[in-house]
Antibody, heavy 124, light 107 residues
Framework: QVQLQQWGAGLLKPSETLSLTCAVY????????WSWIRQPPGKGLEWIGE???????NYNPSLKSRVTISVDTSKNQFSLKLSSVTAADTAVYYC??????????????????WGKGTTVTVSS | AIRITQSPSSLSASTGDRVTITCRAS??????LAWYQQKPGKAPKLLIY???TLQSGVPSRFSGSGSGTDFTLTISCLQSEDFATYYC?????????FGQGTKVEIK
């Protein structure tokens, strides 16, 4: 049973860099994409980006200039850095596994395993 | 980015009711849609993928339908543990986007 454990600084000042890490336990790390998603207080979900074990990444264009997602395959971990944070970056940040189900010629993607979330507050 | 409009934003229902939530995509996404349930303070939980395929372990009272731009999540007989917020998500094209959520509350 795959489990994701995440951690990182919970309180930042404006202009600082957010840094979170997610560790994968109990399952394969390679062969999947690993994602970051965030949820501002009382609001909906926003996909931030994803990385695979080879380091190939996809980012949300709305955040791309400030986001770096990296991977450490020796530890089965992946990390998120978000630079120049503002109050608008205050949110619960989740890590998740992107699963790929194949039906005939089609690949269907979805997030099937999630971390518990890390609350990040940006305040001066 | 593909916009997903979810409706209603909230609804009140009683245990045993049939509940329907709708998502409409701003362009066709075939059946590349998933549904998630989120309870307060918890991570989202996958319910349905590929528009209509029930994730393992999810009760059969949940069902999904639709293709193209219009999709529906139905809870056939609402149970107390189903009071939560529901989100749809498209993975047809990058970036993946979510609906704004539907909060199902107790009447």
């Amino acid at each position: 049973q795959v489990q994701l454990q995440q951690w990182g600084a919970g309180l930042l000042k404006p202009s600082e860099t957010l840094s979170l890490t997610c560790a994968v336990y109990g399952g394969s790390f390679s062969g999947y994409y690993w994602s970051w998603i965030r949820q501002p207080p009382g609001k909906g979900l926003e996909w931030i980006g994803e990385i695979n074990h080879s380091g190939s990444t996809n980012y949300n264009p709305s955040l791309k200039s400030r986001v770096t997602i990296s991977v450490d395959t020796s530890k089965n971990q992946f990390s998120l850095k978000l630079s120049s944070v503002t109050a608008a970056d205050t949110a619960v940040y989740y890590c998740a596994r992107k699963w790929d189900t194949i039906f005939g010629p089609r690949h269907y993607y979805y997030m099937d395993v999630w971390g518990k979330g890390t609350t990040v507050t940006v305040s001066s | 980015a593909i916009r997903i409009t979810q409706s209603p934003s909230s609804l009140s229902a009683s245990t045993g009711d049939r509940v329907t939530i709708t998502c409409r995509a701003s362009q066709g996404i075939s059946s590349y849609l998933a549904w998630y349930q989120q309870k307060p303070g918890k991570a989202p939980k996958l319910l349905i993928y590929a528009a209509s395929t029930l994730q393992s372990g999810v009760p059969s009272r949940f069902s999904g339908s639709g293709s193209g731009t219009d999709f529906t999540l139905t809870i056939s007989c609402l149970q107390s543990e189903d009071f939560a917020t529901y989100y749809c998500q498209q993975y047809y094209s990058y970036p993946p986007t979510f609906g704004q959520g539907t909060k199902v509350e107790i009447k």
